[in-house]
């Protein structure tokens, strides 16, 4: 992993801060995350601030950790502000990174773990951060990063009070990436500013206070994890950390909302169906949850009726919202009825938080009549600062608002219409954008990974829905007859450089990609994907051993498709996060390891898979020998 000399904000942002509703108001020093929260951390001292297992740290602990962090950074003398990279598991460790690096003045940048090395070192290629958090269990990976790196897990002695860095609310906060149509993610630029003004109007919507209990559930690689972040540390309720495999696996999650007294959660409808699957079928347990709070994809309102069988529609209160990253998390709710589950068809998104403004434009950026198809345009203080070495994109993205002179508003690319009886229905994207899992993810994106394998000619990705309403990817391409392309490795090959939300289940070669007759990709004319024809010509190496064979079937069986073969990804042959947990509890069962779900994560291939359950096995069959010898030396002992 390499990249060029690492620096500060570059200089042309200076200009692209300039666009922003951020900038158009007086910089407070008031107005700030860290003051928010050290206001918090003296008020709530002694309360539980974060809790991860059986770990917990108070508001002071949090404070003077963060504090360590920060002052390390202020003793590396990084310009301020900087883009400073955090790469730490999900941890009360990395909460206090993340304030940390507010504390000194810098902004974060987070890096998922479970992310593949390649688009981590793109990230970093284009962000170059001033410095690196991160820890020894990632050390390895870091070898050839050119810039200064902090181990948060490096025991040494550091002043905990709070610094005197001199931070205002028009400053940068955090860089999110989302996924780019040219085939790069890009960096989302959000202020201070932004993400106050976001927790205090939710605050006020949801009447959230100091008795709540969150969870921290998403990728902070996904603004959603701002939403459940900051929203408790900047109004004194308790943060729980819900570990990786936990967010994997619907009933453990089920139980620790059970466990933990949880009274607010953010869900996208993709996650909150497993969960709400987990209960439907195992054994109901007393939640203390007020408030469910959906987004990230489109809510089909109908999935919902189950839940409304066995809770009122008050208790919990569920909340359909609407927001992209560049307006800071979430712009748009609605309170979710059961009367709406049973009658509602399209998926409402409510009225905008105080002070957004919410448009519907045309082409022209001219407002749209009543009941006719608008792009949703935002105003209001969430809206980012722009993109980070973007500025050609920021400004078609960011444009000045015609309604309110001085000001600028966000062009979605979402598509919307105002109802007679005012409400306001999503309607999906006006491009190839579309949302998996509440991911955005760009099919160009996808389709540059594709376009440079040997052996494409031309390619293309389309969404594909199944029978239960879920959402995958399908690929569709077309050879060139000189390269042979062997699916598995084209699978493995983007595996390998793009998340897990961004590969296909399906790879369909066909002879041609239809066009439009403006010459535009014709999604709609393509063939419906296969799994069975997508992998036909798979390498077929049989498997060496009983175990192997076992396996092999056991991850045919679980996903429902008898032509998967060694050399297959479970996630790219149709295998997602609830089917990975069966296999998960499968695997105990048939093998009696304790596998876990990221052990499936991190397996490239099924035969890794095998190997992994394999070296489970002689673990297991060590120990018992230990167990067995120490009971006999105790024998002989008396």
Request: proline share 7%.
């Amino acid at each position: 992993m390499t990249q060029t000399t690492p620096n500060a904000l570059p200089p042309e942002l200076s200009a692209v801060l300039l666009q922003s509703s951020a900038q158009q108001l007086p910089a407070r020093r008031a107005d700030t995350i860290v003051a928010h929260f050290e206001q918090i951390a003296r008020s709530h001292a002694t309360k539980t601030a974060v809790v991860f297992g059986d770990q917990q740290v108070t508001y002071s602990e949090l404070n003077e950790r963060a504090n360590q962090i920060a002052h390390q950074l202020l003793d590396l003398n990084a310009p301020v502000p900087s883009i400073i990279a955090v790469w730490v598991d999900r941890s009360i460790e990395a909460i206090a990174a993340i304030l940390g690096v507010l504390k000194a003045g810098h902004a974060y940048l987070p890096l998922e773990p479970t992310y593949p090395a390649a688009r981590i070192a793109q990230t970093i290629d284009d962000a170059k951060p001033a410095v690196l958090i991160s820890q020894k269990t990632l050390a390895p990976n870091l070898t050839q990063l050119a810039c200064p790196i902090i181990l948060i897990d490096n025991p040494a002695n550091i002043p905990d009070h709070n610094p005197q860095v001199d931070v205002s609310s028009t400053d940068l906060a955090y860089v999110m990436y989302t996924s780019g149509s040219t085939g790069n993610p890009k960096g989302v630029l959000v202020a201070h500013s932004n993400v106050v003004a976001f927790v205090n109007n939710t605050r006020d919507r949801f009447h959230l206070d100091d008795r709540d209990t969150w969870t921290w559930f998403h990728s902070w690689a996904f603004d959603f994890s701002v939403q459940e972040i900051f929203s408790p540390l900047l109004t004194g309720a308790r943060l729980v950390v819900v570990p990786f495999e936990t967010t994997r696996t619907p009933d453990e999650f089920y139980s620790l909302l059970a466990e933990k007294r949880v009274t607010v959660i953010g869900q996208t409808p993709s996650a909150f169906a497993l969960l709400n699957q987990a209960e439907e079928s195992g054994t109901l347990r007393p939640l203390a949850l007020r408030l469910i709070i959906l987004g990230g994809e489109a809510l089909n309102f109908a999935t919902l009726r189950n839940w409304f069988t066995r809770h009122d529609d008050t208790a919990p209160q569920l909340v359909n919202g609407y927001g992209p990253t560049e307006a800071t998390v979430g712009t748009t709710f609605r309170d979710i009825t059961e009367q709406d589950a049973h009658h509602e068809t399209e998926s409402l998104i409510g009225d905008p938080l105080p002070g957004v403004s919410v448009y519907l434009f045309d082409e022209f950026i001219h407002l749209v009549p009543q009941g006719e198809t608008g792009e949703i345009c935002i105003g209001g203080p969430g809206v980012a600062l722009g993109y980070l070495n973007r500025p050609e994109l920021t400004a078609e993205r960011f444009i000045p608002d015609p309604m309110t002179p001085g000001a600028y508003l966000y062009r979605t690319g979402d598509l919307a219409r105002r109802r007679a009886d005012g409400e306001l229905a999503y309607l999906g994207r006006r491009d190839g954008q579309i949302k998996v899992n509440g991911f955005r993810v760009e099919l160009g994106e996808i389709e540059s990974a594709l376009a440079v394998f040997p052996g494409i000619a031309h390619s293309c990705v389309a969404p594909y829905t199944d029978d239960s309403g879920r959402t995958f990817l399908a690929a569709y391409f077309v050879p060139d007859g000189i390269t042979p392309v062997a699916v598995p490795r084209l699978a493995l090959s983007l595996a390998r450089s793009l998340p897990a939300q961004m590969i296909p289940a399906f790879y369909t070669r066909v002879t041609s990609i239809p066009l439009s007759p403006n010459g535009k990709i014709d999604r709609k004319a393509l063939p419906a994907p296969s799994r069975q024809d997508s992998f036909d010509d798979s390498e077929t190496r049989q498997p060496s051993s009983e175990l192997e064979e076992a396996v092999l079937n056991l991850v045919r069986k679980t996903v429902g498709n008898n032509s998967i073969c060694l050399e297959d990804n479970f996630f790219s042959v149709g295998g997602h996060s609830l089917l990975g947990t069966q296999f998960v509890l499968r695997a105990r069962e048939t093998f009696g390891v304790k596998i876990t779900l990221r052990d499936v994560f991190e397996a490239e291939t099924v035969a890794d898979l095998a190997a992994q359950i394999e070296s489970l096995i002689l673990e297991e069959i060590h120990l018992l020998s230990e167990d067995e010898a120490l009971r006999l030396a105790t024998e002989q002992a008396a």
